[in-house]
């Protein structure tokens, strides 16, 4: 698979996640999406998330494989692989980033989306880049970024 296949997946595969914990969310409020199960006749895909962190495995297998033994490697990988993430940042400079990340991803225009937010929010670009913004500022960027892209709602939450 080449590498811009693989991050396509995996930026889908964070929005499916994403998605996931907001209906987890729905049904209780301190309910957190602990794993998701896609694919087709062919393929399978599973996405586990590491618990309290923005990580997830994600494999992709045949749908011929055993279940039982896919889940056992995530387990095994969620083991040893959770000392080896970076910390996780203040969630105000997350969602501004994941914010900035989604409308480059589905703006019209994204090669000039970060030009267009600054304009439009007044907040300074290097700003916006380095997602350093307090939490009004990310209500700004929140309705900036779902006027740009012609919506009321994001699938992102806000702090």
């Known amino acids: 698979m080449e590498k ?3 991050d396509s997946l995996g930026t889908y595969a964070s929005d499916l996640l994403r998605a996931n914990n907001r209906v987890c969310q729905v049904v209780g409020s301190a309910s957190e999406a602990d794993y998701l199960l896609a694919g087709s006749a062919e393929v399978r895909l599973v996405i586990k998330a590491f618990s309290k962190t923005p990580y997830f495995v994600l494999l992709l297998t045949k749908s011929s494989t055993n ?3 896919v889940l056992e ?5 969620l083991v040893d692989g959770k000392p080896l993430l970076p910390p996780v940042q203040d969630q105000a400079v997350s969602t501004a980033k994941l914010l900035l990340n989604y409308a480059r991803r589905y703006a ?3 090669n ?3 030009l267009r937010l600054s ?7 290097e700003r916006l880049e380095k997602g350093e913004l307090n939490e009004q ?3 700004i960027l929140y309705k900036a970024v779902a006027d740009i892209l012609g919506t009321e709602r ?3 939450a806000l702090p």
Not at 119 to 125: M, Q
């Open 4 to 6: 811009a296949a693989l």
């Open 67 to 69: 279940l039982k033994l």
């Open 73 to 77: 490697r995530i387990n095994a990988i």
């Open 108 to 110: 019209p225009d994204p």
């Open 112 to 114: 000039f989306v970060t």
């Open 119 to 125: 304009l439009k929010t007044g907040l300074h670009r």
């Open 137 to 139: 500022e990310v209500r």
């Open 154 to 156: 994001l699938p992102i």
